[in-house]
């Protein structure tokens, strides 16, 4: 397993910049504010950037990664930049047959079926993911006191990628494999917990100031399953990272009923869908962690009155956590109108921590 060895020589300083401070659990001198896929969609800038280039192209071109990235920090003022790139990139970078279809999302050339299968796959080596760590590069010349944000995907949501060949309702294949073949399921998770520990530990290498795991579809599971199959995979990446010095944030989809094994898996930071109000969250958590949440994204389409409300809710219910991050219970959805994003912000920044 790979692991944090030493702080990279372009560490910023930031100690003071909200988002880091309530991810730490301090008082921030104003609610910090991110949006999950922040970078892109939704901006037409963004658009024309992309208008001729194909999304896993984009991610290893550093300065295309670059752009986009600032793009939403400049028109929305936002406390943190989010790195521009995909789930699937260090599958991609190690040689995995994967392409990210539009419409569909990542489909995999040979789903996974068996233990042979988990044998031939690619180890992730640091040098495949140079154009990332070179697009840090640029993006840490030009964030000044933003700071920036890493990310991969778990290993459970790659997992039912590959096992599924790509996107799935109900992961039928996902589960049956791993009640079916167990030995071949952990093989599977040891090698994508590898895979992705690399991922991270480069990013934070390169100077991240935080980093995201993403387990997007962690939320078909019972606690009982997440727990035996899953977490302990989940925290081999999370402890790979634990001595880098920087904030660990772990989110699910629908997840609601996993948020305290999900923050025993080693966060510092509780990501929170929008299904459960943010004070639950901290009540399941045992009130330990930082919370981040949790506006639904389909609220943004209504009127600003609406809007404001809940985010004032929010706000209000995040502070029976430690601390906590301002952010959606999802991701921006494409067509949400740039405009009241950067009002959201506004708003936010005017509310008491």
């Not at 670059?66 to 028109?75: D, G, H």
């Not at 840090?136 to 990310?151: A, K, Q, S």
């Not at 030995?183 to 530990?201: I, P, R, S």
């Not at 402890?239 to 920087?246: I, N």
């Amino acid at each position: 397993m790979a692991t944090f060895a030493a702080p990279p020589a372009t560490r910023r300083s930031l100690e003071t910049a909200p988002l880091l401070v309530a991810a730490r659990g301090g008082t921030p001198s104003h609610v910090p504010v991110w949006f999950m896929r922040q970078a892109g969609r939704s901006l037409p800038e963004y658009r024309a950037l992309r208008a001729d280039t194909g999304m896993l192209q984009a991610c290893f071109t550093p300065e295309l990664v670059s752009e986009i990235t600032l793009q939403p920090v400049r028109r929305h003022g936002v406390d943190a930049a989010i790195l521009f790139s995909d789930i699937v990139v260090p599958l991609y970078a190690a040689g995995v047959g994967v392409d990210i279809v539009p419409g569909t999302g990542p489909v995999v050339a040979r789903p996974i079926r068996t233990s042979a299968d988990v044998a031939a796959l690619p180890e992730l080596y640091a040098e495949q993911v140079a154009p990332v760590v070179d697009a840090i590069g640029l993006l840490l010349r030009e964030l000044g006191g933003t700071p920036l944000i890493g990310f991969a995907g778990a290993p459970f949501t790659l997992a039912s990628y590959m096992i599924e060949g790509g996107p799935s309702r109900n992961h039928e294949r996902t589960k049956a494999l791993m009640h079916a073949a167990p030995d071949a399921w952990h093989a599977l998770m040891g090698h994508l917990a590898e895979t992705t520990a690399t991922f991270l530990t480069e990013q934070i290498r390169a100077g991240v100031d935080a980093v995201q795991l993403f387990d997007s579809w962690a939320g078909a599971l019972s606690e009982r399953d997440y727990r035996e199959y899953v977490m302990p995979h989940s925290a081999r990446v999370l402890a790979a990272v634990a001595d880098a010095g920087v904030p660990r944030i772990h989110f699910g989809v629908g997840t609601g009923e996993l948020l305290a094994a999900m923050g025993e898996a080693g966060a510092d930071v509780v990501g929170v869908d929008w299904r459960i109000p943010l004070d639950e969250a901290a009540r399941r958590t045992g009130s330990r962690y930082p919370v981040q949440g949790n506006l639904d994204p389909a609220l943004l389409f209504a009127d600003r009155a609406s809007i404001e409300a809940e985010t004032r809710r929010i706000v209000a219910e995040g502070r029976h956590a430690p601390g906590h991050i301002f952010n959606l219970g999802h991701g921006v959805l494409p067509t949400t109108d740039p405009d009241v994003l950067t009002w959201l912000v506004e708003l936010v920044h005017s509310l008491t921590p």
